[in-house]
């Protein structure tokens, strides 16, 4: 990274590559926001009459909207000085705006949709408004115009946002923010090519790579978090009984809980900021990371929502759309640390990938039991991944990261 006095918004090499304060406490933003993520699914597979792939087709756009919001957020901060003052500046409006998407989000289908579709782009415009205006007649960072391109591109995604949000409770309004979440990331990906302006080539651009390494680490343990946070509350419901099918229920959820931190962060998950380091473009495996933890996290968030329903139902006989949460939840974060693991390491984990097979091949067997059976078969998997694991490493020095990227 370049160390230059000419150019004060770029990291220097002498600036800390740990996350700021300020990053700690946007963070916070999203431990909520992601309770209300798991709200919204808990009322998609509980209501009556409802149909089940169009709800929660409807809160998986909601939920891509809030990744987008923090993973950029972290781009900015590790590629960007975060204690200047136009950085700073650009995070707080970020956690402001943020809470108000998040507020909004269990009705952002609903009667919130208009206030969420403004929040969502007083966000994404917003923070770069007051950035150019922070730095307007300072140094320009090594990438002068990549602000305004960000800016066309939201530009032109707000119009199907807008206009989605007017449409009312309407399937007008699901396609139109599909398509504007898709623009959103397609900008992201291509690196918001505009004419005349040129685009974003990853990897051109200095940036903080262990910074952004552990930023992931740090999102993906704000989804344990969550994880753990609703679990807890849907424990303290009905006056907190410790029923044995209810207190069961919580045992095994705070099992998988460790068990799914153990194959995040075993090994792959632990030397992320070395496989940056050692990675041909650090940039490009950056993009690619923030693709795969986006499947982990949503994995995630629906193991917790599969154990809320196992501690509200631990006997009963189980709903089959339930599944999807229950066995779906465990095989997407793993299929996400599959490619996880092809990531940091250049191979493929089969222990993860029968793993996935094994949860979608039992899924008849699990329709005719009760849904702590199915909480402790999903437990019992993810047992056998972190054994073997264990049995892998067992006489053989760590293994070190080879990233093919």
Same mark, same amino acid.
């Given at each position: 990274?370049?160390?230059?006095?000419?150019?004060?918004?770029?990291?220097?090499?002498?600036?800390?590559?740990?996350?700021?304060?300020?990053?700690?406490?946007?963070?916070?933003?999203?431990?909520?926001?992601?309770?209300?993520?798991?709200?919204?699914?808990?009322?998609?597979?509980?209501?009556?009459?409802?149909?089940?792939?169009?709800?929660?087709?409807?809160?998986?756009?909601?939920?891509?909207?809030?990744?987008?919001? @923090?993973?950029?957020?972290?781009?900015?901060?590790?590629?960007?000085?975060?204690?200047?003052?136009?950085?700073?500046?650009?995070?707080?409006?970020?956690?402001?705006?943020?809470?108000?998407?998040?507020?909004?989000?269990?009705?952002?289908?609903?009667?919130?949709?208009?206030?969420?579709?403004?929040?969502?782009?007083?966000?994404?415009?917003?923070?770069?408004?007051?950035?150019?205006?922070?730095?307007?007649?300072?140094?320009?960072?090594?990438?002068?115009?990549?602000?305004?391109?960000?800016?066309?591109?939201?530009?032109?995604?707000?119009?199907? @946002?807008?206009?989605?949000?007017?449409?009312?409770?309407?399937?007008?309004?699901?396609?139109?923010?599909?398509?504007?979440?898709?623009? +959103?990331?397609?900008?992201?990906?291509?690196? @918001?090519?505009?004419?005349?302006?040129?685009?974003?080539?990853?990897?051109?651009?200095?940036?903080?790579?262990?910074?952004?390494?552990?930023?992931?680490?740090?999102?993906?343990?704000?989804?344990?978090?969550?994880?753990?946070?609703?679990?807890?509350?849907?424990?303290?419901? +009905?006056?907190?009984?410790?029923?044995?099918?209810?207190?069961?229920?919580?045992?095994?959820?705070?099992?998988?809980?460790?068990?799914?931190?153990?194959?995040?962060?075993?090994?792959?998950?632990?030397?992320?900021?070395?496989?940056?380091?050692?990675?041909?473009?650090?940039?490009?495996?950056?993009?690619?990371?923030?693709?795969?933890?986006?499947?982990?996290?949503?994995?995630?968030?629906?193991?917790?929502?599969?154990?809320?329903?196992?501690?509200?139902?631990?006997?009963?006989?189980?709903?089959?759309?339930?599944?999807?949460?229950?066995?779906?939840?465990?095989?997407?974060?793993?299929?996400?640390?599959?490619?996880?693991?092809?990531?940091?390491?250049?191979?493929?984990? @089969?222990?993860?990938?029968?793993?996935?097979?094994?949860?979608?091949?039992?899924?008849?067997?699990?329709?005719?039991?009760?849904?702590?059976?199915?909480?402790?078969?999903?437990?019992?998997?993810?047992?056998?991944?972190?054994?073997?694991?264990?049995?892998?490493?067992?006489?053989?020095?760590?293994?070190?990261?080879?990233?093919?990227?």
């Amino acid at each position: 990274m370049a160390d230059t006095p000419t150019d004060p918004l770029l990291r220097a090499e002498s600036s800390s590559q740990r996350a700021t304060f300020l990053e700690l406490f946007f963070d916070l933003v999203f431990v909520f926001a992601l309770t209300r993520v798991s709200q919204r699914l808990v009322e998609d597979f509980t209501a009556e009459q409802r149909v089940l792939l169009s709800e929660v087709g409807q809160t998986l756009v909601l939920f891509l909207a809030l990744w987008l919001i @923090w993973s950029s957020t972290a781009w900015i901060t590790s590629t960007l000085e975060p204690e200047a003052f136009a950085v700073q500046g650009a995070v707080v409006v970020t956690v402001i705006g943020s809470m108000v998407v998040a507020v909004a989000l269990p009705e952002g289908f609903g009667r919130h949709g208009l206030v969420f579709v403004v929040a969502y782009l007083a966000v994404q415009m917003g923070r770069i408004g007051f950035f150019l205006f922070a730095t307007h007649g300072r140094a320009a960072p090594a990438d002068p115009t990549g602000p305004r391109r960000v800016l066309v591109w939201f530009a032109v995604s707000a119009v199907p @946002w807008l206009v989605g949000g007017l449409a009312g409770e309407s399937v007008l309004r699901g396609v139109l923010w599909t398509l504007a979440v898709g623009v +959103d990331y397609l900008g992201l990906t291509l690196g @918001w090519p505009v004419p005349r302006m040129g685009r974003a080539r990853y990897g051109e651009q200095p940036f903080a790579a262990e910074h952004l390494a552990e930023r992931y680490q740090q999102f993906l343990l704000i989804g344990l978090g969550e994880l753990i946070l609703v679990t807890g509350i849907a424990f303290g419901g +009905d006056g907190g009984e410790f029923t044995p099918g209810r207190t069961g229920a919580l045992g095994l959820a705070l099992v998988s809980t460790v068990l799914l931190w153990r194959i995040y962060f075993y090994r792959a998950g632990h030397v992320l900021p070395t496989a940056f380091i050692r990675s041909r473009n650090s940039a490009g495996l950056g993009l690619s990371a923030a693709y795969t933890h986006l499947v982990m996290i949503a994995g995630i968030v629906l193991t917790g929502v599969g154990y809320e329903l196992s501690i509200a139902h631990p006997a009963e006989e189980i709903v089959p759309v339930w599944l999807v949460a229950l066995l779906g939840g465990p095989a997407l974060f793993l299929a996400g640390r599959s490619l996880f693991e092809f990531q940091v390491f250049g191979r493929i984990s @089969w222990p993860r990938v029968a793993a996935v097979l094994l949860l979608g091949a039992v899924v008849p067997l699990m329709e005719i039991l009760p849904l702590l059976a199915v909480a402790a078969t999903v437990v019992t998997v993810l047992l056998g991944v972190a054994l073997a694991d264990l049995r892998r490493a067992r006489g053989h020095a760590p293994e070190q990261p080879a990233p093919p990227i």
